[in-house]
């Protein structure tokens, strides 16, 4: 489905830009600017809109061809900086921009016909000017605003009054040059601030490559609770290297070394204030979708338990469909609550939700139960979050 989803992205942003790129270096002509700037402004915008896409796959066709052990990344600092950065802020100011410009084309029709082509022809260059403007103002100061910004969101569950067992839930931190070893350390210690009896994460431990595994490792280490930390498997712990299975293998070894268990479809229990918490830690993810009836037999082995628990990476409709009814709580990641999340129109709207209606926060499945996905803490192909600020779930769980 990621494909598709690219694909789809690729041909909405090429129809856009040239819409936009063609709107804008019409209004600067328009208002007198020189051909050679507006040459420079089309070639520049082409550049900015296509240019990473092209250098992407290009690497990746490479890698292939010449059984390279990695894919090229550009997620490092200067690579985002030159590559990644640029793209990302004239995709959003572009797709930001199109429906805006769309509804000065036809207020340009109405002004023509009462006030003749020239008037209307300066007035649509001036009104498209203001709103790219605004967007390519807008769009850095809300980035810049919110960067580094991560929730500590509270939450009760459970049917009972005793003392509650506190679970932190975390996931896609996705360690990197942009959220290093310090400032995973960072985040950690606010989670054992809130002092959890229990880890538990979505997975997404490491972004891309092998550089970062031993230091993902060692910082997710620092982690203290009672009852230990305990993952699941993420897109990107697959990763690391072309050869999926040596990704993560490495990254288990490396988490098992600093006493973080990742755990593949399996059940573990655990007792508290004399009741029994059956969690399933389930692979479902896009590197590794486990099927429908295998689901069923796991999610079955919390038929006895007093509350039932699933940790997942992913968590979309169909497999909210599989669990609903039939366990008390779903924590899931992988969304980052959008990431990118652009203006259509007026609002901020969340694309993942192209890919699932479970985007961000608490949601309830039926009568018994309830499904929390976290936005995560790190960034994934751009290092930037735009209304999507980053979060830790902490669970106050009376079951």
């Given at each position: 489905?990621?494909?598709?989803?690219?694909?789809?992205?690729?041909?909405?942003?090429?129809?856009?830009?040239?819409?936009?790129?063609?709107?804008?270096?019409?209004?600067?002509?328009?208002?007198?600017?020189?051909?050679?700037?507006?040459?420079?402004?089309?070639?520049?915008?082409?550049?900015?809109?296509?240019?990473?896409?092209?250098?992407?796959?290009?690497?990746?066709?490479?890698?292939?061809?010449?059984?390279?052990?990695?894919?090229?990344?550009?997620?490092?600092?200067?690579?985002?900086?030159?590559?990644?950065?640029?793209?990302?802020?004239?995709?959003?100011?572009?797709?930001?921009?199109?429906?805006?410009?769309?509804?000065?084309?036809?207020?340009?029709?109405?002004?023509?016909?009462?006030?003749?082509?020239?008037?209307?022809?300066?007035?649509?260059?001036?009104?498209?000017?203001?709103?790219?403007?605004?967007?390519?103002?807008?769009?850095?100061?809300?980035?810049?605003?919110?960067?580094?910004?991560?929730?500590?969101?509270?939450?009760?569950?459970?049917?009972?009054?005793?003392?509650?067992?506190?679970?932190?839930?975390?996931?896609?931190?996705?360690?990197?040059?942009?959220?290093?070893?310090?400032?995973?350390?960072?985040?950690?210690?606010?989670?054992?601030?809130?002092?959890?009896?229990?880890?538990?994460?979505?997975?997404?431990?490491?972004?891309?490559?092998?550089?970062?595994?031993?230091?993902?490792?060692a910082a997710a280490g620092t982690l203290a609770s009672r009852l230990g930390t305990f993952?699941?498997?993420?897109?990107?712990?697959?990763?690391?290297?072309?050869?999926?299975?040596?990704?993560?293998?490495?990254?288990?070894?490396?988490?098992?070394?600093?006493?973080?268990?990742?755990?593949?479809?399996?059940?573990?229990?655990?007792?508290?204030?004399?009741?029994?918490?059956?969690?399933?830690?389930?692979?479902?993810?896009?590197?590794?979708?486990?099927?429908?009836?295998?689901?069923?037999?796991?999610?079955?082995?919390?038929?006895?338990?007093?509350?039932?628990?699933?940790?997942?990476?992913?968590?979309?409709?169909?497999?909210?469909?599989?669990?609903?009814?039939?366990?008390?709580?779903?924590?899931?990641?992988?969304?980052?609550?959008?990431?990118?999340?652009?203006?259509?129109?007026?609002?901020?709207?969340?694309?993942?939700?192209?890919?699932?209606?479970?985007?961000?926060?608490?949601?309830?499945?039926?009568?018994?139960?309830?499904?929390?996905?976290?936005?995560?803490?790190?960034?994934?192909?751009?290092?930037?979050?735009?209304?999507?600020?980053?979060?830790?779930?902490?669970?106050?769980?009376?079951?």
């Amino acid at each position: 489905m990621w494909f598709a989803l690219v694909l789809t992205g690729l041909a909405a942003l090429t129809v856009s830009g040239l819409y936009v790129r063609r709107r804008l270096t019409g209004a600067l002509a328009t208002l007198g600017a020189p051909p050679r700037a507006i040459s420079v402004m089309r070639w520049a915008m082409a550049w900015l809109m296509w240019g990473f896409p092209l250098v992407l796959t290009i690497s990746i066709v490479l890698a292939i061809a010449l059984g390279w052990p990695t894919i090229p990344r550009y997620d490092g600092l200067w690579a985002s900086r030159l590559l990644g950065l640029p793209f990302i802020l004239t995709v959003l100011v572009v797709l930001q921009s199109v429906l805006w410009v769309l509804a000065i084309d036809v207020a340009y029709l109405v002004v023509r016909a009462r006030r003749g082509a020239a008037a209307a022809i300066r007035a649509r260059g001036i009104a498209v000017l203001a709103v790219v403007g605004a967007f390519a103002l807008y769009t850095p100061i809300r980035i810049v605003a919110e960067r580094g910004v991560v929730r500590l969101r509270h939450h009760q569950v459970g049917r009972g009054s005793g003392a509650p067992l506190r679970i932190a839930f975390l996931a896609d931190v996705q360690q990197d040059v942009f959220t290093d070893g310090d400032r995973a350390r960072e985040i950690y210690a606010r989670v054992n601030a809130e002092r959890p009896d229990l880890v538990l994460s979505g997975g997404d431990w490491i972004n891309t490559g092998p550089d970062y595994i031993e230091s993902a490792a060692a910082a997710a280490g620092t982690l203290a609770s009672r009852l230990g930390t305990f993952s699941v498997h993420g897109d990107h712990e697959h990763f690391a290297y072309r050869d999926r299975t040596r990704s993560v293998d490495e990254v288990v070894r490396a988490m098992q070394a600093h006493h973080v268990a990742m755990l593949d479809n399996e059940v573990r229990w655990f007792d508290h204030d004399g009741k029994r918490i059956g969690v399933l830690f389930l692979n479902y993810n896009y590197i590794v979708r486990t099927d429908h009836a295998r689901i069923e037999a796991l999610v079955a082995q919390l038929a006895k338990a007093d509350y039932a628990i699933v940790v997942t990476h992913q968590f979309d409709a169909k497999l909210a469909a599989a669990v609903e009814g039939k366990v008390d709580l779903v924590l899931a990641g992988h969304t980052h609550g959008g990431q990118v999340n652009p203006v259509v129109g007026v609002c901020h709207v969340a694309l993942a939700r192209l890919e699932t209606p479970f985007v961000d926060g608490r949601y309830a499945l039926g009568a018994r139960t309830t499904a929390i996905v976290t936005s995560g803490i790190g960034y994934s192909v751009v290092p930037i979050r735009y209304a999507a600020p980053g979060s830790i779930e902490i669970i106050d769980l009376t079951p």
